[in-house]
């Protein structure tokens, strides 16, 4: 694993501080006035959350426009590498505490994929994990599974490469199923319960796969 770097942890906190100064900011500005009540408190910590969350959205994906993902093997210390970096350091310090909760109501984790970059077709939900959503994408009338993992990294050893996951129409990941970076899914196709697809996969449409490695089933 490489080392996270001093400039990429500077810059990290630089657009933290950013979006912190500007959420504090934002629900005094809203809140401050209003007469809460005896719940004063915890409705001020409760907004800041929210809008902290909604300013955190919004400055990751100007990251992201200005140091987009590329996929492929990343070279230590160039610009692709900096922004893989900084990207798991948001996820790391900010958005792993909504995306591996089960409180969020699965409705709204789709608002929060979207939030962060996944492309989800019409009537599609996850109540599994998307690790990278800005290089996934799914189809309409997908369903990820309870506790599914979805990544599109690979880190083994000293070597980080990125590959976009790509799934179609009518897909269905069982539950606690793993789908590994560079898989692809074709329309109608089910992964089974518990199943390890390993990176750079094909299913065919209609295919059935399950299994520790996952293989064809029918």
Same mark, same amino acid.
């Given at each position: 694993m490489r080392k996270i770097? @001093?400039?990429? $942890?500077?810059l990290f906190f630089l657009l933290l501080g950013t979006i912190l100064v500007l959420g504090v900011t934002t629900t005094y500005g809203l809140l401050g006035s209003l007469s809460l009540g005896d719940f004063r408190g915890i409705a001020m910590v409760g907004g800041a959350v929210v809008i902290i969350y909604? *300013?955190?959205f919004v400055m990751y994906r100007l990251f992201l426009h200005f140091m987009p993902l590329v996929e492929g093997s990343l070279d230590e210390g160039s610009r692709d590498e900096f922004a893989a970096q900084v990207n #798991? +350091? &948001? *996820?790391l310090m @900010? &958005? !792993?505490? @909504?995306? /591996?909760?089960h409180f969020i109501p699965v409705p709204l984790m /789709? @608002? #929060? *994929?979207?939030a962060l970059g996944a492309r989800m077709g019409a009537n599609t939900y996850s109540a599994g994990t998307l690790l990278d959503p800005p290089l996934t994408e799914l189809g309409a009338n997908c369903i990820i599974g309870h506790d599914a993992v +979805? &990544?599109?990294h690979a880190i083994e050893g000293r070597h980080f490469t990125l590959s976009r996951i790509r799934i179609g129409n !009518? $897909?269905? #990941?069982g539950a606690t199923a793993i789908v590994m970076c560079g898989v692809i899914i074709g329309d109608d196709? #089910? $992964?089974s319960a518990g199943a390890v697809v390993l990176k750079d996969t094909r299913i065919g449409p209609g295919e059935v796969w399950g299994g520790v490695p996952a293989k064809r089933l029918r």
């Open positions: 770097t @001093l400039p990429q $942890v500077a909604l *300013y955190a #798991i +350091l &948001f *996820y @900010l &958005f !792993n505490s @909504l995306i /591996r909760t /789709r @608002l #929060i *994929y979207q +979805l &990544f599109c !009518n $897909v269905t #990941i196709a #089910i $992964v």
